[in-house]
């Protein structure tokens, strides 16, 4: 795995298919990518692991790609969860897990597009809302 694949893999899953269609190969493909960007975190990645989320939760690689957040500047990944929070045409699947992450990352500038999540249909969204919420207004 060099830099061009792991960026190729990630532009070419903007998300990842649900996990009903989801593959063995698929999804080690990706846990590989993972595992590159937490070895040689870069910032370009942020976005695009965001935006990389299928519905489901990937067969359990999905709660791996924080390490990978944890190795970048905490303002980048605040910064870049906050386009994804406020974009309204979101998949669910992307929202839920980015709204997810967002309290692990607790920062006032990501309210408005929590109460995007808190507004959302799916009952799981809503709930991750609130607890990040409440994460963000523990922390100030």
Known sequence: M???EAFAFLHEHQPMPDDNELTQELIDRYDEVRKFFV???EKEAISLFLNSYGKGDGWGVYQLVEDFF???N???VVCEIKKVLED???PDGVRYWVTQVSGVFPD?????GLETSLNSEDEDIQ????LALDL???DF
């Open 88 to 90: 309204p045409s979101v």
């Open 136 to 138: 963000i207004s523990d």
């Open 70 to 72: 944890y190795k970048c």
């Open 39 to 41: 070895a040689t975190p």
């Open 127 to 130: 709930d991750a809302a609130k």
């Open 74 to 76: 905490q303002d980048d």
């Open 2 to 4: 060099n830099r061009s």
């Open 108 to 112: 006032d500038r990501l309210k408005k």
